[in-house]
C-alpha cells in the first residue's frame, strides 16, 4: 500500500468514525447544544494532536495498526511471548525496551467518543510510545525473519 492510498483509507475510516460517534450522540441526546457540544469535542481531539499521532490514534481505535491479525491472518503469534498479537496487546506486551503502555492506556485510547481533553497529554504520549513501539517490533521481527 502506498502512503498516499494509506493516508486516503484512514482519512475515511476517521470520517466513518467521527460520523458513527456523532450519530450515536445525536441518537442519545436531543437537545442541539449537546450535539455541537459533542462535536466540537471531537473536532479539538483532532486539532490537537499531530498528524503522526493522530493516525497512530485512529489506527489503534479503528483496528488498524499494522498487525498481520488486523489484516485478516487470524493465528498471527506475538514472537515474544506467544500471544495473539491484537492491537490491545501492543499495550500489553513487556517483551519490548519501549515502556510506558498499559491496560489504562488502551481504555484510554478507545474510549467511545475519543480521547478527551484532559487527557490529551497522555494521550499524546502513548501515541508516540506506541510508534517507536510498532518501529521496534518491525525491526526485531526483520531480524528473526533473516536469521531466525
Ligand atoms: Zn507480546
Not at 475515511?12 to 466540537?40: C, F, P, R, W, Y
Not at 491479525?69 to 506475538?78: A, H, I, L, P
Not at 500471544?83 to 499495550?91: A, D, G, V
Amino acid at each position: 500500500m502506498t502512503v498516499n492510498q494509506w493516508r486516503r483509507l484512514v482519512q475515511k475510516k476517521v470520517n466513518d468514525t467521527v460520523n458513527k460517534e456523532i450519530m450515536e450522540e445525536s441518537s442519545q441526546k436531543t437537545k442541539l447544544h449537546n450535539i455541537s457540544g459533542a462535536n466540537a469535542e471531537l473536532k479539538n481531539y483532532l486539532k490537537e494532536l499531530t498528524w503522526e499521532k493522530s493516525r497512530t490514534v485512529f489506527e489503534v481505535r479503528t483496528n488498524m495498526l499494522k498487525l498481520n491479525s488486523n489484516y485478516g491472518q487470524r493465528d498471527e503469534k506475538c514472537y515474544i511471548r506467544g500471544k495473539q498479537e491484537t492491537t490491545r496487546h501492543i499495550f500489553e506486551c513487556e517483551g519490548n525496551t519501549v515502556k510506558g503502555l498499559t491496560l489504562e492506556k488502551y481504555k484510554q485510547m478507545i474510549g467511545k467518543e475519543g480521547p478527551q481533553t484532559d487527557d490529551m497529554n497522555s494521550v499524546s504520549q502513548s501515541a508516540e510510545i506506541i510508534r517507536k513501539k510498532m518501529e521496534e517490533r518491525s525491526k526485531i521481527k526483520m531480524i528473526l525473519n533473516k536469521y531466525g
